[in-house]
């Protein structure tokens, strides 16, 4: 009886000074989901994916011309590239702003970015969300006509919903709206629409810690110009230090939501679709 | 035999009287890393320690996902260079080797601090330098020492084709309040 004592006492003794370790308990419970998307765009069409506080992304967007012009143009790229130089910056962790400008039509564009959810480990947020506004100005000098600033506005609206649905796969959806306030009747008799709407479609497959298959859908719903076609995208990127890079097979020039949309006169079914790249460099301008 | 009995009863009441603890979980790691032309600093408020004056002993951890750079897209770099799906802690368990006095008031005292140092899940014996000063508060405990990555089997992550440097400047800075609870 002793003896057990002992020994027990014993025990307690030296395990209250040799296991003396405090157990090691994770300081991170819950919190966002990390990167439902790489970065802030897939190939033209934006994520719920936001900027960091203080974070600038400088942002090199470029497509080439269409494939189906085989090797004569060598597969588009003899014919020039459309690019978007642009600038992003988050005010805040929820809020971003940019400018750009795209060589077709000369367009300058603002835009803002607003997170509204961000998706929970836990769950408790199944869903990130977030709303985009993109403002528009045509620069190009028009020899036909002498349009006024206003006439040379077009605007662009979207809300944005994804999901993360596993550690490998994420979805969005997007109801979006474009307006162009100048609409040119290029073919006779085909009268352009000034506003489209559409739900944007994006997602991404995971492939490792640093590289992902991407995809964007643009269809319009409801009425549309004649001649135009719904906007598609396939693309792959990878992500070194602070860059991300994308690659990417897209039906329509633009990379700006409001001209997918609505101008994107090239059918992907039918080969019409280019090679294209974005790189994305991200900047940190100081601490939160 | 009762009187071993006794002399161990009493052992086991008197290391729980004398039990003095320190505690907090919210002090602050920081390193500081460098590149040509460029240093960046990440900072975690979850550095978790605990000394015990009596045993002399010192135990601190960090849950490595809790440290930020600023930059989200180094920081998950960052995460998997250190493996941290793997291996989420840093972790430090050693014993003050120099004279230390606890009832020395609002004196900062230069301690040496001997230990097993653990990350990336290599635990290599350290020797670190730091300071406690006493106050009426708890333990202010300061301490700064170089990490060598590789020491540690961690390669040094690279900026494009640039190296980070492979000696990591770390510093601590904690507040151990009076802690009567076992913590395990």
């Known amino acids: 009886m002793y003896r057990s004592l002992l020994l027990f006492l014993t025990i307690l003794l030296s395990s209250s000074t040799l296991f003396a370790q405090m157990q090691r308990t994770r300081a991170v419970k819950d919190g966002p989901v990390d990167e439902l998307f790489l970065i802030g765009s897939i190939a033209g069409m934006s994520t719920v994916t936001n900027l960091e506080a203080k974070n600038l992304n400088t942002l090199i967007q470029h497509n080439f011309g269409t494939v189906n012009g085989g090797i004569e143009s060598f597969y588009g790229l003899d014919q020039g590239a459309a690019v978007r130089l642009g600038i992003d910056y988050g005010v805040t962790d929820n809020l971003s702003v940019g400018i750009g400008r795209t060589s077709v039509e000369d367009n300058v564009d603002m835009r803002f970015k607003y997170t509204i959810l961000r998706q929970l480990k836990s769950g408790k947020i199944p869903v990130e969300l977030a709303i985009k506004g993109d403002l528009g100005v045509n620069t190009q000098k028009e020899q036909r006509f002498d349009f006024s600033f206003q006439e040379r506005l077009n605007y662009f609206a979207s809300v944005m919903v994804a999901r993360q649905f596993s550690d490998k796969i994420t979805l969005q959806v997007s109801p979006m709206i474009s307006h162009f306030n100048t609409v040119l009747i290029e073919t006779p008799g085909v009268q352009p629409e000034n506003t489209h709407y559409a739900i944007g479609m994006g997602g991404r497959l995971k492939l490792d810690e640093r590289k992902s298959l991407t995809f964007e859908y643009i269809p319009v719903i409801g009425s549309r110009t004649e001649g135009t076609y719904n906007h598609l995208a396939f693309g792959f990127e990878i992500e070194t230090g602070g860059h991300v890079f994308q690659m990417f097979l897209m039906s329509g020039q633009w990379f700006t939501e409001q001209h997918l949309l609505a101008k994107n006169t090239n059918n992907f079914f039918e080969g019409d679709f280019r090679l294209g790249f974005n790189i994305n460099r991200i900047f940190s301008l100081g601490k939160k | ?184």
């Open chain 2, 1 to 184: 035999m009762k009187q071993l009995l006794l002399f161990i009863l009493i052992g086991l009441l008197v290391n729980n009287l004398q039990a003095q603890s320190f505690y907090s979980d919210n002090g602050t790691a920081e390193f500081t890393s460098s590149v040509p032309l460029h240093t960046f600093t990440g900072t975690s408020s979850s550095l978790t320690g605990m000394i015990k004056t009596d045993e002399r002993t010192v135990d601190f951890f960090l849950d490595l996902e809790t440290l930020e750079t600023g930059n989200a897209k180094r920081d998950k770099d960052m995460l998997l260079t250190l493996e941290t799906d793997n291996y989420p802690f840093a972790e430090f368990f050693g014993n003050i080797t120099t004279p230390f006095d606890p009832d020395a008031l609002n004196e900062e005292q230069a301690v040496k601090v001997q230990g097993n140092f653990k990350i990336h899940g290599v635990e290599k014996e350290v020797e670190v330098n730091g300071s406690i000063t006493v106050t009426d508060e708890g333990l202010k405990v300061q301490a700064n020492w170089a990490l060598n990555l590789e020491d540690y089997n961690i390669e040094p992550p690279s900026l494009l084709i640039i190296k980070v440097d492979k000696q990591q400047k770390i510093a601590i800075n904690i507040l151990l309040k009076p802690y009567t609870e076992e913590k395990n």
